[in-house]
């Protein structure tokens, strides 16, 4: 089964895909990993990425598209994906599309962790003090959500008209919203 979670940073995707990966054996695509690792590379593209995450700018579509479609390709990972932030714009959507489509797969389900930003800025804040992550800055975090908000608004369009399509109350305890997930699952 192929997931998609997403909702703008700090939602819980993370958290929520790494249960996922464990409870059914799948793989967590998440953009924000293979970013950092394309950027412990020191590649002229870890460069690029880490030049747009200072500004709180997102990475460009062709880039992350073309380091996304190894993974999509991965036969060990058929029909075991679950997609962690990703896809954050309509055009990458439409990528994710194209290329499950090439490698006969598709979604089975999509969820969408709705929270609001001052919910966002405490996890950040919280997370950034557990895990000495570079990338959460309050002021970049809030350039992030702002622009989250602005490009994610037509893929929600996109994929809240799909039968898949689950919006979770994102602020609700770490739990409570895995316990939401697993319901929808029927695991």
Excluded at 66 to 80: G, R, Y
Aim: glycine share 6%; proline share 3%.
């Amino acid at each position: 089964m192929n997931i998609i979670l997403f909702g703008p940073p700090g939602a819980g995707k993370g958290t929520q895909s790494k249960y996922l990966v464990k409870k059914l054996d799948g793989f967590q695509i998440s953009t924000g990993d293979i970013l950092r690792e394309e950027i412990k590379k020191d590649s002229e593209i870890g460069k690029k990425i880490i030049n747009n995450m200072n500004e709180g700018k997102f990475v460009s579509d062709e880039i992350v598209n073309s380091l996304l479609k190894n993974h999509v390709f991965d036969p060990l990972k058929k029909e075991k994906l679950i997609f962690d932030g990703y896809p954050r714009s309509l055009k990458q959507a439409k990528n994710l599309d194209k290329l499950l489509k090439e490698s006969n797969q598709s979604i089975d389900y999509i969820f969408f962790l709705n929270v609001n930003k001052e919910t966002i800025i405490k996890r950040i804040e919280k997370r950034k003090f557990l895990e000495q992550r570079s990338d959460d800055t309050l002021d970049t975090t809030l350039k992030r959500y702002d622009t989250y908000i602005e490009t994610t608004r037509p893929v929600l369009e996109y994929y809240s008209k799909n039968s898949n399509f689950h919006e979770i109350d994102g602020t609700l305890e770490i739990n409570q919203i895995t316990s939401k997930i697993e319901a929808l699952l029927n695991v």
